[in-house]
């Protein structure tokens, strides 16, 4: 098991998706407020922020709890990714920096894992557009019995990887995403965007990734 940084580097760099590696959450908002209205139900934006980072079960839970859909929580998960898919296929909105960041760190050796709380349909419409390669492991919500602000995800990562989530970093953009890092031992990068992140013990805060390099990540935390 990798338990040290070689080179000022970390043993590997374990990536949220949605809202830190793209920005798929105005995707996600907008097949929210079309799958409810459909039902005859009103949503909002202040709903939609409630489930940003939330594993997709407890999402569709809180919709069936907060609007008319009388879907199972496996069908309200099926119809919000189907169209979230279908809009990743017309588009890949990256954020700022990110895939640079990410190309950087594969051209330098640096061992990336993909820990999202999106199922695998919609990791692998994303990761389809990255060189073959980008991830060396892709974690998603559907292959956890626990997920985030749960470590299961990010325990599971290191678990493939083969390295000490100490020597490590995370990449987030939200509460349950930051919490689920922290929680198991990983350093963690919090990059806000849609939603507050509270400042946490174990975690920095940047307004973006753009610039920033794979031997800049380490020095965040001097």
């Known amino acids: 098991m990798t338990s040290m940084r070689r080179n000022g580097l970390p043993a590997a760099v374990l990536w949220d998706m949605d809202g830190t590696l793209v920005d798929t959450e105005p995707y996600w908002i907008a097949e929210e407020h ?7 139900g009103a ?4 709903h939609a922020k409630q489930l940003v980072g939330n594993d997709l079960m407890v999402s569709a839970n809180y919709i069936r709890a907060h609007s008319p859909v009388d879907l199972t929580p496996l069908e309200i998960v099926h119809e919000l990714l189907a169209g979230v898919v279908a809009r990743v296929e017309a588009h890949v909105p990256w954020r700022p920096g990110a895939r640079e960041l990410l190309e950087s760190l594969v051209a330098q050796g640096v061992p990336c894992a993909l820990v999202t709380m999106s199922w695998e349909s919609l990791a692998s419409a994303v990761v389809s557009n990255l060189p073959h390669g980008s991830f060396a492991a892709v974690i998603t919500g559907d292959v956890v019995l ?12 290191a678990r493939l990887l083969g390295v000490e989530l100490a020597a490590c970093i995370a990449i987030e953009d939200s509460p ?3 919490a689920s890092a922290v929680a198991a031992g990983v350093p963690t990068i919090a990059v806000p965007h849609h939603v507050t992140v509270p400042k946490t013990v174990g ?13 800049g990540l380490l020095r965040l935390f001097d």
Do not use: F, N
């Open 176 to 178: 349950p995403g930051v």
């Open 146 to 157: 626990h997920g985030k602000p749960h470590p299961e995800p990010y325990l599971h990562a």
């Open 203 to 215: 975690a920095v805060q940047v307004s973006s990734l753009a610039g920033l390099t794979p031997a």
């Open 43 to 46: 949503w909002t934006d202040e």
């Open 34 to 40: 079309a799958l409810v209205e459909a039902h005859g």
